[in-house]
């Protein structure tokens, strides 16, 4: 997880800002951060979730990453960021292999990737985090993907 890294922002807009929070191993605990997230009408829009025997990791990404980290330092709970790079899957089979494909011919791992929850427009998406931003949103963008910014899932 990248700590303290500087905010890119594209033409587009800025990327895509997950948040990484650890939770107690106990029944009911991930419904306890969505409703605590809903108090402020702060909807999850993308979610994975990594557990363990006493921990679990929550990775979510938010309708409004601003005031998520403004609660989650009110509320004292520890959290990581890091920016992902979101793609359009009109296909999610054939189109995958095509994005990992351009992504492994320029060199670019993708560390952990997971879909987003809405429906988008009737299209899949695919939320990835890369070794270098910026370089691999530039190479699916030129091999005709769609890139999705923060901004179109905060609407």
């Not at 594209?10 to 009911?28: A, D, E």
């Amino acid at each position: 997880m990248l700590l303290g890294m500087a905010a890119i922002t594209t033409n587009h807009g800025p990327p895509v800002k997950q948040f990484s929070v650890m939770l107690q191993n106990r029944v009911g605990a991930l419904a306890a951060l969505v409703k605590l997230l809903r108090t402020t009408s702060i909807e999850v829009v993308g979610l994975s979730v990594q557990d363990a025997r006493d921990a679990t990791i929550a990775r979510i990404v938010v309708s409004d990453p601003e005031l998520t980290e403004q609660l989650f330092i009110e509320k004292g709970i520890p959290h990581t960021t890091c920016e992902l790079l979101v793609i359009e899957l009109r296909e999610a089979g054939p189109n995958l292999l095509q994005c990992l494909d351009h992504l492994m011919g320029a060199e670019t791992n993708v560390d952990f990737a997971y879909p987003l929850l809405p429906s988008y427009r009737g299209i899949s998406l695919l939320a990835m985090h890369v070794d270098d931003l910026e370089f691999a949103a530039s190479v699916l963008n030129q091999s005709g993907f769609v890139l999705v910014w923060q901004d179109t899932l905060s609407r």
